[in-house]
């Protein structure tokens, strides 16, 4: 790596950060993808797994056009790569070991919650990430950068949004797993909902007499007016 100047080292910094944390989490998502069965599910972290990948390639570019080097693989944010990025492929090894023995004793819909839990938090890691190389980027005057981290941060927001959105569908796959119907809240409220609909009406106290019918007031009248006449 060149010399660089105050403001690159720190771009440069910050940008490997970003390109370890994409390494780190292409390794995650592919693990994750081989223990998702859910196809709508796995549809969606397949396609994120190739924008990690863009990300990490157009991050490292980027890098290098600033006369910087760019990490190989994962390692831990703010410490030296060298150091880093041994400590971050343990890290991502454990990680990885963690989730497979979680998945062979926990329901299938529970290792997609957990799962998943575990991709927002990291989305969210990333756009922080992201946020602050926009900022620090636009502050120094570097567009190019700043226009990258912006729109791979626009990329996570959107990933994140479809997390949030699948956590609670999956959440409620385990409902259907794993809690019997009748102690579901939404079997309870039909139940009530069921047991209002049958209550008897109540009844009306006024009685209606038939048109015309004798003893009706309407024939009364007409009997009292032709006695009248007749008089």
Known sequence: ???????????????????????????????????????????????????????????????????????SGPSLLGVPDVVGEVAGKAVAAVKGQVGAARAAVTEQAETHVRNAQDELREEHVEIAIYTRLEVFATEVGDRETAQLAKGIRRDEERMANF?????????????????????????????TARRSTSAPRARTTARRSPRGKPGSARSRGSRTSRATSRS
Do not use: C, F
């Open 163 to 191: 997390l949030d959105a699948e956590l609670k569908r999956l959440v409620k796959d385990v409902v259907k797993a794993e809690v019997p119907a009748a102690l579901r809240a939404h079997r309870r409220r039909r139940s």
């Open 1 to 71: 790596m060149t010399d660089l100047n105050t403001r690159d080292a720190k771009l440069v910094q910050w940008l490997n950060e970003a390109h370890v944390k994409e390494a780190e989490l292409e390794a995650d998502l592919t693990a994750h993808i081989a223990l998702t069965e859910k196809q709508s599910y796995k549809k969606r972290l397949q396609e994120h797994l190739k924008e990690t990948r863009d990300h990490k390639r157009r991050v490292a570019s980027r890098i290098k056009k600033l006369g910087g080097s760019a990490a």
